[in-house]
């Protein structure tokens, strides 16, 4: 596959205020990148009424569906990307049964908290992802925060194993999480560049901005892994989190779609 064009982001790149990301974290820019930027997160401490509540992504027993919009399209380049690892499968590759509902945008989710037991291998699935040392399983999931939804990568090998891209760093997220798991059945990651929604596809849904802006899952290649992260179209590429750091991709890189 073609290398990526990669930046990490400092601090100053983001809107956020939270007080969890002032650790000082000033990566060097690649001048070949244009900046992108999102909106940080609200600091739990800063909870006041009349925020928008813990939003319920769906479980099981509790389903439910909305309509989804796109505006960029993918090309066709983007389009022929192939990401190499678990998880990616053709349209062909494990049609889901005649009849069966449509899940909900959001897929199922296990709702998790720092201090929650992880769940077993039953529950949680194949990874779609391993981390460097090749056998460490890492998830995808989204970090609840007060104000805003955002995806992020789960190691159970890691304390605590929710990390968030954040203002240049990789945010260590205390608190509620919700795992989504890897449904190759009715799930496929699909390249694409630039924030693009590829033309046709359905991306699972994976949170949204403050200021209301969704977003979605991504995955992207750092150093040789493939790590989950977060997209959106406002974004123009992917974030995620490695290596203590946040690495902003613009080109080559995946998002989760449903078949």
């Not at 992880?118 to 981390?131: K, L, T, Y």
């Not at 040789?224 to 080559?252: D, F, M, R, S």
Request: proline share 13%; hydrophobic share 25%.
């Amino acid at each position: 596959m073609a290398r990526p064009r990669r930046r990490s982001v400092d601090s100053s790149s983001s809107s956020s205020s939270s007080s969890d990301s002032d650790s000082g974290h000033k990566p060097k820019k690649d001048k070949k990148d244009r900046r992108s930027g999102h909106a940080g997160f609200p600091t739990p401490a800063h909870h006041q009424s009349g925020h928008t509540p813990v939003p319920q992504f769906p479980v099981p027993l509790g389903a439910h569906s909305t309509q989804h919009q796109t505006t960029f399209m993918a090309t066709e380049a983007d389009r022929q990307q192939q990401f190499p690892i678990g998880g990616q499968h053709r349209d062909s590759d494990h049609p889901p049964p005649y009849g069966a509902p449509a899940p909900p945008p959001s897929g199922y989710r296990l709702p998790l908290t720092t201090s929650s037991a992880f769940p077993p291998s039953e529950q949680v699935g194949r990874p779609p992802c391993v981390d460097a040392d090749g056998r460490s399983p890492v998830f995808i999931g989204s970090a609840i925060f007060p104000n805003s939804v955002h995806p992020c990568k789960i190691a159970p090998n890691l304390s605590p194993p929710c990390r968030v891209p954040y203002g240049g760093g990789e945010h260590e997220h205390n608190g509620r999480y919700d795992l989504l798991p890897f449904t190759p059945e009715n799930m496929e990651w699909v390249a694409t560049s630039y924030g693009r929604i590829p033309a046709g596809r359905r991306p699972v849904e994976g949170g949204y901005e403050e200021h209301g802006a969704k977003l979605y899952h991504a995955l992207a290649e750092v150093n040789g892994v493939y790590v989950p992260g977060k997209t959106g179209e406002h974004l123009g590429g992917c974030n995620v989190a490695y290596g203590g750091g946040e690495h902003v991709i613009q080109e080559n890189y995946a998002i989760l779609c449903w078949k």
